[in-house]
């Protein structure tokens, strides 16, 4: 069982920056591929990042390429989503997400999610 906490949205305008935030409770943190995906209103749910179980493979939705990082810290049971360069687009909702596997795309299986965290990017 993993329970996932986001945190770190807000308001910005356009070009600038936000740092998101995932806690993670449970002692197996390590052995989940994790995710980012983001919900604009009216619109489904999208995958933005993926990092693998140890942080050494990533994988980036084309539109959040060269401005989004996504990192994680295992020892502390978190993930970050570094946001850079932001576009009134990225507005939505963010969600944290936990796969039982190493790989973690848009075609991963997350077993588990955040509440998610506001993000507005003003024009």
């Known amino acids: 069982q993993v329970q996932l906490v986001e945190s770190g949205g807000g308001l910005v305008q356009a070009g600038g920056s936000l740092r998101l935030s995932c806690a993670a409770s449970g002692r197996t943190f390590s052995r989940y591929g994790m995710g980012w995906f983001r919900q604009a209103p009216g619109k489904e749910r999208e995958f933005v990042a993926g990092?693998?179980?140890?942080?050494?493979?990533?994988r980036y939705a084309e539109s959040v390429k060269g401005r989004f990082t996504i990192s994680r810290d295992n020892a502390k049971n978190t993930m970050t989503l570094q946001m850079n360069s932001l576009k009134p687009e990225d507005t939505g909702v963010y969600y944290c997400a936990a796969a039982r596997s190493n790989i973690a795309n848009a075609f991963s299986t997350y077993d588990y999610w955040g509440q998610g965290t506001q993000v507005t990017v003003s024009s």
């Open positions: 990092v693998s179980w140890t942080g050494g493979s990533t």
